[in-house]
């Protein structure tokens, strides 16, 4: 089955639409159509040019003293551009505690970013290309028994849609992959925390979801031949997704905000449908 889109106009979802967690917990993509977040005359700028260094995919803050990293501008602009990811931060904890109170005070609001390039101006190493299906997994900062909220908005001015592509379940997905991945070795992800290439000690769970990760973008029969839908999310639609689940890549479209937040497992109304017990059913066994 391919990741439905549910959309969530203010007047409510359409007569049957299943709990709004209960869709995102199955793999939904929540569509918020007409939510605001407008910006002010000077912070129009923002999506007229890039306010970014170059360097790195996007301008973020981070942290509790929310630095801005990746950012261009004089430092009234620099402030100014903090400032919005300040605001959508608070836009998206405004959204979880009304849309999804089940997990408000359980999910923590981690990076924000803006995103001001188009996503295939930039030719990027398979691994990074974002354009390929895949499901989210960070490297260097294992995840463990936490997952992967985003929520995503276009801010692009020009009426230029964000266009995504989403695959197939997890459940399936995983099916076809796990046979290839490598043995999960905990020496090694020992040694990788002691050299701090890991911030924390990668677990079997991430050491499944980075080989997935990269076997998904490495594959291109499975990216031409997978089960697939495109989707265009319209300038000023929001949308939300665990993108440790729902398989996506992201195709074209500039000019957008994203906030990442983190839920434990536990919190979930199911557990049994996070990626972590999904991948423990498929193998048969608990994770270590
Ligand atoms: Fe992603």
């Known amino acids: 089955m391919i990741s439905p889109i549910v959309s969530v106009p203010r007047t ?24 605001d977040f407008p910006l002010s005359a000077f912070e129009q700028r923002f999506v007229e040019r890039p306010f970014a260094d170059g360097k790195a995919k996007n301008v973020n803050i981070r942290g509790a003293a929310s630095t801005l990293r990746g950012a261009a501008g004089t430092p009234e602009e620099q402030e100014a551009l903090r400032q919005v990811l300040i605001r959508y931060r608070g836009f998206a904890e405004a959204l979880v505690a009304e849309h999804l109170p089940a997990y408000a005070g359980k999910v923590t609001f981690a990076g924000t970013s803006y995103r001001p390039f188009d996503v295939d101006r930039r030719k990027m190493s398979w691994r990074r290309d974002d354009t390929r299906l895949h499901v989210d997994a960070f490297p260097s900062n294992p995840i463990g028994e936490k997952r992967i909220l985003r929520i995503f908005r276009n801010i ?7 266009h995504w592509r989403v695959g197939e379940d997890f459940s399936t997905m995983a099916e076809k992959f796990l046979p290839r991945l490598p043995g999960y070795s905990p020496l090694s992800a020992r040694m990788l925390a002691a050299l701090k290439i890991t911030k924390a000690r ?16 490495q594959d291109m029969t499975y990216q031409e031949t997978a089960p697939q839908a495109d989707v265009h999310f319209a300038p000023g ?7 440790d689940l729902v398989m ?33 059913k498929a193998l048969g066994r608990a994770l270590r």
Do not use: I
């Open 12 to 35: 409510g979802p359409a007569p049957g639409t299943p709990a709004l967690v209960d869709a995102l917990e199955d793999g939904a993509v929540l569509m918020f159509p007409d939510l």
């Open 156 to 162: 692009n001015p020009d009426g230029q849609p964000r």
């Open 202 to 217: 990668r677990s079997e769970y991430d050491h499944l979801m980075l080989h997935l990760h990269d076997a998904l973008k």
């Open 237 to 243: 639609q929001t949308w939300v997704t665990f993108s």
């Open 248 to 280: 996506h890549g992201a195709m074209g479209g500039r000019y957008m905000l994203e906030q990442t937040a983190y839920l434990p497992v536990s919190d979930q109304a199911r557990p049994e449908r996070s990626p972590q017990r999904l991948l423990a």
